[in-house]
């Protein structure tokens, strides 16, 4: 079943441990019709702009897949909202910068990305609908005990460079602050 024009319903529930594990996971039409808006509100348009794959490392989760690889099974994934993805070549601090600029989302996470790797990490990113959506950045990374941590995402921050008095107002407004 084809949920975008890139994407296929087979890509956003495959899981390994699922497979190997005898786990269902198979969403149902409600958790069908969410993958179905994240791919046409995120995964779709990103590749239409970067035209390379997009790799979704982790789509769909069953609450019982949920469960045995340690997630919450109140996770978007496990509500069909959420994707985990890359584009190889690209930085995902770049992808993520990009989803944040220009387009509509609930929740993106830059996950386990080091400033100083830019092929590191992955990007989580959720999508409920444009009502519901907070657009939330934030960045999530291993403490010193190896605890995962989340932090608001700053540009200031991570991007490298100051931002001008410009970027920053005009990054307010974006933001509605």
């Known amino acids: 079943m084809r949920l975008s024009k890139s994407f296929t319903l087979n890509e956003m529930v495959k899981s390994q441990t699922a497979e190997r594990e005898g786990i269902n996971n198979n969403p149902s039409e409600s958790q069908i019709e ?45 509500s069909g909202q959420a994707a985990d993805f890359e584009i190889f070549g690209i930085s995902n601090q770049e992808l993520a910068h990009w989803i944040d600029k220009n387009l509509d989302y609930d929740q993106m996470i830059l996950e386990f990305w080091n400033p100083e790797d830019k092929n590191s990490g992955w990007v989580h990113c959720s999508y409920k609908n444009p009502e519901e959506n907070r657009k939330e950045f934030l960045r999530a990374y291993r403490n010193e005990s190896g605890k995962t941590c989340y932090e608001k995402y700053s540009y200031i921050k991570y991007a490298g460079q100051e931002p001008t008095k410009d970027d920053l107002e005009n990054m307010m407004m974006d933001k509605g602050i």
């Open 34 to 78: 969410a993958l179905q808006r994240l791919c046409e509100n995120i995964l779709q348009p990103v590749r239409d702009h970067f035209g390379m794959p997009v790799t979704v490392s982790s789509g769909f989760r069953s609450a019982q897949l949920c469960t045995r690889i340690g997630s919450s099974i109140n996770s978007q994934h496990a």
